[in-house]
């Protein structure tokens, strides 16, 4: 490694009221820069590692690749976990979805005119609605609260914050995969055939995840520094589903479908249902059917632009929040 | 090439919780903005390290002593790039870095086999490598059928028999040591210390921060002394135990400065229950020392009456040399007494700095008797062995009648203290005795094993 004259702020002096600094221009002991060190493994530096964008990159890039064991075996015992201190186990998974079809069947037999048939019985609709949901909050949860649940590790190791990010995206993509399944169920008891577009349902419910995620991350700090993050989220998901259209289908010219039309997850909710189960169904007001790929790809873009920024973020407040812990 | 290459690195920390919040999340905005972080402190904030250089190199172990708080935590999680450096850099010239402490990062929720699995991933290991060392840390941890349980419910022993088994099988360039070579049983602790001679003598490396005498001692090729968040001395691990014991000294008497504590004075009688006294009072006026007079009222102590003053106290040792532990010691007084008092105790009490008597002498009860003259005196006395451990120390200094030991004269402690330094050297027995806090260094002649 070659050392050089590079200039690191050193020197503080007391002065007055306030402590102010005094910058060192030839410092008593002399440091490669973090730019010039190629030979270092890790450089930790009091500067914004932003402003070294290729060091910063290349050592993100590295963890990420580096991290993918780490990840699947993190994802695998959370699983283990969680039926682990469970008497119910993987019933959990089913229980809302299992618990809504019970409700909207008896309120169905007392002839509810908000759940007539329409393209699909209510209960597919609203169980549809309700694994969309769930695929939300869940993946944003677990994002939001990742920096809590890691805490242990992140406070003893230098763990990549990227493992614990993808060991999560696992989690909740194994979670949609089980609801996936049960939703195959519901198809075949409410005799719903589902339209050839029905792939890109599924990848309507991945980018539904992927914003979830987004959000997730973009909270995760704010959330670990402070608490009323968590009495927000306490009343977000009602809020949230209360304002998408998740158990009965929007009215046209109802009060609930003007709130829909102002809500963008309505928007993406709706789209992944049309190319699930497609044709006949009653898109959002003033949402051709046709736009309705555009809307799931516009909120593919959104993702592939915050999500990296919401990486970068973490990253970044990584090891603030955990010298947030140590106090 | 160094395998860990610290410059000017300082870091700043937050005490109250509220504002180290408000801070972080501004700290994460200002970074997030391509800033760099201010280098002032914000109200409420202090230095945690403070221009720290240090350098580690391949094969060698480096000691960080000082006391709670001194910054030897943060030193290691900023090495560990657990925590951000405030300025500064830290250079790790190696992918193979593994931190080590008690609770070794372990999960409670997650039986010890899934926290070997996740500790060896998060360590760029390999499932086919983590399956092939696997039954080797079950064997090595001696966990038997635990090692399937939640670690939540192991005891701290086995806790600490998991980690260090997880360590050994690592095989990093450098370990970084935050107080966590101890633990398990004795049997254990034994396997371990082999298992890190045998790692140092392959070139191993070792940034150890412990307050463990021993382990630095046995390990350590290199210490510093850390003393509020800066390195206050480096050197080879015997002469920077010597001096962070001379700092523990210099700190407890400073706290106990502060806490004001009551002065300690000889008991004595009265004047008014004295007749030789009341003697002496009446043709001298019997003045009372203002003085040690007037805290001693404070205190609820003895009066001392002012019939003999201290000139100069000179306590050396043999030629006006250094005083050394258990070497002899040279004490010369001299006084100026208003009377000629015929019959007269020299009494020297010595104790620590936090006025703790450790030893009470008295000399004139004979031979030789004393006696004061009017005008100037002079005694001197020699202690040929004097069991004191390296430090700052404290005498206190009286003059009394021989009979009722009346007070004439008196020195010492908190208005006019007189101190004293043993010096330091650097002896291991001696290091462990400071390490003990222990007062006094009794020499002794040790024997061979009797076979």
């Known amino acids: ?327 | 090439m160094k395998l860990l290459e610290i410059y000017n690195l300082s870091k700043r920390y937050c005490r109250e919780p509220k504002l180290a919040y408000k801070y972080a999340a501004r700290d994460i905005l200002r970074e997030t903005a391509c800033k760099d972080q201010n280098d002032f402190l914000r109200p409420g904030e202090f230095w945690a390290l403070r221009d720290i250089h240090l350098q580690v190199a391949p094969g060698e172990v480096v000691g960080v002593i000082g006391h709670n708080g001194a910054g030897k935590s943060t030193l290691i999680n900023v090495a560990a790039g657990i925590l951000r450096p405030t300025i500064g850099a830290v250079f790790v010239n190696t992918p193979r870095v593994v931190v080590m402490d008690y609770q070794g990062g372990l999960s409670p929720v997650q039986t010890g086999r899934e926290n070997i699995i996740n500790q060896f991933s998060l360590h760029g290991m390999d499932g086919r490598r983590i399956a092939e060392e696997m039954e080797s840390v079950i064997a090595y941890s001696d966990l038997g059928s635990f090692i399937d349980a939640p670690v939540g419910t192991y005891s701290l022993g086995m806790k600490v028999r998991l980690a260090f088994s997880i360590y050994s099988h690592l095989r990093p360039d450098l370990f970084l040591v935050d107080e966590a070579l101890n633990g398990g049983d004795l049997k254990f602790r034994m396997k371990f210390q082999r298992f890190l001679n045998d790692y140092i003598s392959k070139g191993g490396a070792i940034l150890l921060a412990s307050h463990d005498l021993f382990t630095i001692q046995s390990l350590c090729h290199r210490c510093i002394l850390m003393d509020y968040g800066q390195i206050k001395a480096e050197g080879t691990p015997e002469e920077i135990i010597s001096r962070y014991a001379e700092l523990a000294g210099e700190r407890e008497s400073a706290e106990w400065k502060e806490m004001n504590a009551p002065v300690l004075s000889p008991t004595a009688p009265t004047v008014e229950d004295d007749p030789v006294a009341e003697g002496i009072s009446e043709e001298t006026g019997g003045e009372i020392d203002e003085a040690s007079g007037s805290k001693q009222a404070e205190t609820g102590a003895e009066a001392v009456l002012n019939l003999v003053t201290f000139d100069s106290v000179e306590i050396t040792g043999p030629d006006g040399g250094d005083l050394t532990p258990s070497g002899p010691v040279d004490i010369r007084v001299v006084v100026t007494s208003r009377e000629d008092v015929p019959s007269v105790l020299w009494g020297i009490e010595i104790g620590t700095g936090g006025l703790f008597p450790i030893a009470s002498l008295a000399g004139g009860y004979g031979p030789p008797e004393y006696s004061l003259r009017k005008g100037r005196n002079e005694f001197r006395c020699r202690i040929e062995r004097l069991p004191l451990l390296p430090g700052k120390h404290q005498a206190a200094m009286a003059f009394t009648t021989r009979e009722s030991a009346i007070i004439l004269g008196f020195k010492g402690y908190q208005d006019a203290p007189i101190t004293f330094e043993i010096k330091p050297v650097t002896d291991r027995a001696i290091n462990m005795a400071l390490f003990r806090k222990n007062l006094v260094h009794i020499p002794v002649e040790w024997k061979a094993r009797i076979d």
Request: with cysteine.
């Open chain 1, 1 to 327: 490694m070659t050392s050089s004259a590079v200039v690191f702020r050193g020197h503080v002096s007391v002065s007055g009221p306030r402590i102010k600094e005094t910058r060192l221009h030839t410092p008593p002991h002399t440091a490669p820069s973090a730019d010039s060190a190629g030979g270092a493994h890790r450089i930790y530096h009091g500067g914004s590692a932003l402003r070294y964008p290729r060091s910063f990159l290349r050592q993100a890039i590295s963890d990420l690749l580096g991290s993918w064991q780490a990840a699947l075996r993190l994802f695998g015992q959370s699983i283990a976990q969680k039926y682990r201190y469970s008497a119910l186990g993987i019933f959990w998974a089913f229980a809302p979805a299992a618990l809504t079809a019970v409700l909207l069947t008896v309120g169905k037999r007392a002839d509810l005119t908000i759940l007539r048939d329409g393209i699909v019985a209510p209960q597919v609709y609203a169980i549809f609605g309700l694994i969309l949901g769930q695929t939300f909050l869940e993946a944003m949860a677990t994002q939001r609260t990742l920096f809590l649940t890691h805490r242990y590790l992140l406070s003893r190791h230098q763990a990549p914050v990227e493992g614990l990010i993808i060991a999560g995206i696992l989690e909740n993509l194994f979670g949609l995969a089980m609801k996936v399944g049960l939703l195959a169920l519901v198809f075949l008891q409410w005799k719903t055939i589902p339209s050839v577009t029905v792939p890109l349902g599924i990848f309507g419910m991945t980018v539904i995840l992927l914003l979830g995620t987004t959000l997730g991350l973009l909270l995760a700090p704010w959330s670990a520094l402070k608490r009323d993050l968590d009495n927000v989220m306490g009343v977000f998901p009602w809020a949230f589903m209360g304002l998408t259209p998740i158990f009965v289908p929007p009215q046209p010219d109802s009060p609930m479908a003007e709130i829909y039309r102002w809500n963008p997850f309505a928007y993406v909710f709706d789209a992944t249902r049309f190319l699930t189960y497609g044709y006949g169904h009653q898109p959002m007001p003033g949402v051709s059917g046709s736009g309705m790929m555009t809307i799931l790809l516009g909120a593919l873009a959104v993702c592939i632009v915050l999500l990296p920024a919401a990486w970068i973020l973490c990253r970044v407040a990584r090891p603030y929040i955990v010298e947030s812990y140590l106090v």
